[in-house]
């Protein structure tokens, strides 16, 4: 299914920051008319070309896929249960790795790790990674570490004004983010306590209510002071003091039956006194069976004179005593009372009394607390304020820099008097903003991301005004703008794979040369795969892979093709306006191709002289 590679047109020098490509393979099976297919990546600038209609863009859809993005049951094959795309990752850097790690996915034994995204018919998406089935969000992660994909929507998605504000951020790097993440540490502390006040500002009624509610229980519940237990013991004790006479008599009967009659009558003998007569019979047998009875019955004796004794103690610490009782259901109608209004029972109303006093502690509605609330606030604000102004001082220093270099990009690709313009400047706030913030001087709207707004401008040519760059450019300029601040966005970029879906729509000519040009020097630090219907920009390819479209019983299909350079001459004749089949347009093909193949030549050996 693969041509042999077109070895003479690869990059000569490769940036020692980049190794193996990080994609090195992709599999694509039941997405769009591409029924199964297998796309080989390399180091440097892979070009993927076709008729429109062949299925080169499923070639991004496979790749977004892989990167997480949200599917689509629309772009399963038709008669195909699912689409499957599968990806082999190869060195991969360490962010990376401990995003798969995280997940519990392995890599082969190659060191290589696999990347599976599964869409069936139904709409239902899976996901796998290493082995290890994840959720569709880990692709996300690892893809952030890995790939971006840039097309049409995302030329239109830079023209929004939060995005051109991370435009700016990405460009930055690192020192702006520690800055970006002090803001945000901090507006969220002053956004926190600002709520906090208005809350109790404005409850400070409602608030107080409870407040006195609050005090109120644990005062009643002070003035009562109930102990752990304290129910159940009463409890107790009040039974015993209700049923007095019954056990008095229970008792009584008990050591009667025990240690006989109070009164020694003889005719009333108790169990005591009976052992004792057996013991002294047996004691005085000659027969040693019955002798040996004697020391069991002593035994017997001496148990029940002592349960004799704690029955007389018994009845000599029962208490009938009225007052006592009363005492009793008085505390026990106390700690009732508790318990209808706060808990179900003592060791729960005394819950409710640590619970409350803690609430308690957090409503103080006092002009104290509201007086150190405020000043927090305007301590917050204060500091919040100096990290605003030092974000924003970095982010008009990257703002310089990177429209410099657009503009130096755009010089290149055909618009030599275009100048880019990146302007930041404070966001407004109104009166009655809640997040208003002073920052030099000025009330701003501090929001998330700090307390600026950033546009993209672009002067034409020197006379004519700056003007948002969606009003000034063509869309074939556009076009060339944003391919310019990507390829500058790429330098500052550790993703080391990005893909370019037909971003050179519009473009043509000269401009078209200087695209490729670009996107080959691009190549050399990081992997570039671009889908593209410009012969121009093909022709700076390292790899030049087609999609060709079939048909087959009826049903629409598409191969993947590596191309060799005989192919590759014939495919470049047919993006020539369909020259593929005449001389001229082959010989123009191969021009192009030497063209590129110059270019990158004098290129390198200008990179080798800088080293």
Not at 119 to 134: E, F, I, K, N, Q
């Amino acid at each position: 299914m693969f041509g042999a590679p077109v070895d003479n047109l690869r990059l000569l020098d490769v940036d020692s920051r980049y190794g193996a490509g990080v994609l090195a393979e992709m599999r694509i099976q039941g997405l769009g008319v591409i029924d199964e297919a297998t796309l080989e990546l390399h180091p440097g600038f892979t070009v993927v070309t076709g008729e429109t209609g062949a299925g080169k863009t499923m070639v991004v859809t496979g790749l977004h896929l892989l990167s997480g993005a949200r599917s689509d049951a629309s772009r399963v094959r038709s008669g195909a249960a699912k689409a499957v795309v599968e990806g082999r990752f190869e060195d991969l850097p360490d962010a990376a790795t401990a995003v798969a790690g995280d997940a519990g996915g392995d890599p082969d034994e190659d060191g290589s790790l696999i990347a599976l995204r599964s869409v069936s018919v139904d709409g239902r998406s899976r996901a796998h990674l290493g082995g290890r089935s994840v959720p569709v969000g880990v692709l996300a992660d690892l893809s952030e570490q890995l790939i971006a994909v840039h097309g049409q929507n995302d030329q239109l998605r830079l023209l929004r004004p939060a995005e051109q504000r991370s435009v700016i951020d990405r460009y930055a790097g690192d020192e702006l983010a520690a800055v970006l993440a002090e803001y945000r540490a901090l507006r969220q502390e002053w956004v926190r306590v600002g709520a906090e006040l208005v809350e109790r500002t404005e409850r400070s009624r409602e608030l107080a209510r409870e407040a006195d509610l609050l005090r109120h229980g644990l005062s009643e519940i002070e003035t009562v002071a109930p102990r752990p237990g304290e129910d159940d013991e009463l409890q107790a004790e009040a039974r015993r003091l209700a049923d007095a006479d019954q056990l008095r008599e229970c008792a009584g009967a008990a050591r009667g039956a025990v240690s006989g009659a109070p009164d020694g009558d003889p005719d009333s003998p108790g169990a005591l006194a009976l052992v004792d007569d057996a013991v002294r019979r047996l004691s005085t047998s000659d027969d040693p069976r019955l002798g040996g009875l004697s020391p069991r019955l002593a035994e017997v004796s001496v148990l029940l004179t002592d349960i004799g004794a704690e029955l007389t103690d018994y009845l000599d610490a029962l208490d009938a005593d009225p007052a006592r009782l009363g005492e009793v259901l008085a505390r026990q109608a106390e700690l009732k009372a508790l318990t209808r209004k706060y808990a179900a029972d003592v060791a729960g109303v005394l819950r409710w009394a640590q619970d409350a006093a803690s609430r308690l502690a957090g409503l103080d509605t006092s002009e104290e607390a509201l007086a150190a609330l405020t000043a927090r606030r305007e301590e917050l604000a204060g500091t919040l304020g100096t990290v605003a102004e030092a974000l924003t001082a970095r982010r008009i220093t990257a703002a310089q820099d990177l429209a410099k270099a657009v503009s130096e990009e755009l010089s290149g690709l055909a618009m030599a008097q275009a100048v880019l313009e990146v302007d930041v400047h404070p966001c407004p706030a109104e009166p009655t903003d809640q997040h208003r913030l002073r920052v030099a001087g000025q009330w701003v709207h501090a929001g998330p991301d700090g307390v600026d707004e950033v546009e993209l401008r672009l002067r034409a040519h020197e006379a004519a005004p700056p003007l948002p760059v969606h009003k000034a450019a063509s869309g074939g300029e556009l076009s060339r703008v944003m391919l310019a601040i990507e390829v500058v966005l790429a330098h500052a970029d550790p993703v080391p794979t990005l893909v370019f879906d037909e971003v050179d729509a519009g473009v043509g000519g000269r401009a078209a040369v200087e695209i490729g040009r670009r996107l080959a020097r691009l190549a050399t630090s990081h992997q570039v795969v671009v889908v593209t219907h410009l012969a121009q920009v093909a022709a700076f390819a390292d790899r030049h892979v087609v999609v060709d479209k079939r048909a087959m019983g009826g049903v629409i299909g598409a191969d993947i093709r590596t191309v060799n350079e005989r192919e590759r001459v014939v495919e470049l004749a047919r993006m020539l306006g369909g020259m593929d089949s005449t001389e001229t347009g082959r010989a123009h093909a191969e021009e192009l191709l030497a063209v590129a193949a110059a270019d990158k030549q004098a290129a390198n050996r200008g990179r080798r002289r800088r080293r």
